[in-house]
């Protein structure tokens, strides 16, 4: 069964501070992983899309890294704010699943002052 | 910058009522999507639209749920007979190209069924 796992569940970290985020996929066979916010009873804003023939994207102090032999992709949030507090999802369009997004369960980020 | 928009942002229905939820996706885009997920689960994939027909749809979407794309802007998903578990957050999604496959999401529809 394809599945996406997060870990942390949970960070809290005071403001200033590097962070990694980590995501692991159950087949290495995917076609994308995007990563996602999502505020509190709000949608998904898409953060950052890496293909599957990519190692590495970068958006501002956000950098997201896969590694699809190993079934891993991490988001590293660096000098984090507290408006960087959110649920940030993880989720993987494994290949075969042309329209499907298997989504993890997602990191609830909350950076203090 | 463009947007998928979603109507109502919260809609609370009677048990066995039926209910229409609204998305308006990315003008050029070609491929849509509804999700959903339920208070405190992962969001899961309901089903996808392409070219006036659906493409794949979850075994969750059963023949309680239908889609449809009554012109050239609305994509809409109908849940008739609504139960106490059908409540959750509802969201449209849209893709452009076939080879990106980025999808970008609307805030959703929260439905309450009482």
């Known amino acids: 069964k394809q599945e996406v796992t997060q870990i942390p569940a949970a960070l809290s970290v005071p403001e200033g501070e590097n962070l990694v985020l980590n995501c692991s996929f159950t087949?290495?066979?995917?076609?994308?992983l995007q990563w996602f916010r999502q505020d509190p009873g709000k949608g998904l804003t898409s953060l950052l899309l890496i293909q599957s023939s990519q190692r590495e994207q970068t958006s501002g102090r956000l950098n997201a890294s896969l590694d699809k032999s190993s079934g891993r992709s991490t988001l590293y949030i660096a000098a984090s704010q507290p408006g960087d507090s959110a649920t940030y999802l993880c989720?993987?369009?494994?290949?075969?699943?042309?329209?499907?997004?298997?989504f993890g369960a997602g990191t609830r980020l909350a950076v203090h002052p | 910058e463009p947007e998928v928009t979603q109507t109502p942002s919260h809609q609370v229905t009677q048990m066995g009522q039926e209910v229409i939820l609204r998305c308006v996706p990315i003008?050029?885009?070609?491929?849509f999507y509804w999700y959903r997920q339920i208070l405190g689960q992962k969001v899961e994939f309901l089903v996808s639209f392409y070219n006036n027909e659906i493409s794949e749809k979850s075994e969750i979407f059963d023949d309680q749920f239908s889609v449809e794309r009554p012109d050239g802007s609305n994509f809409t998903l109908k849940i008739r007979s609504t139960k106490l578990e059908d409540s959750a957050m509802y969201f449209c999604a849209s893709s452009g190209g076939y080879s990106r496959r980025e999808l970008f999401f609307g805030e959703g529809s929260r439905l309450t069924v009482l």
């Open positions: 087949d290495s066979a995917i076609y994308n």
């Open positions: 003008s050029n885009h070609l491929y």
């Open positions: 989720a993987v369009l494994f290949s075969g699943g042309y329209n499907k997004l298997i």
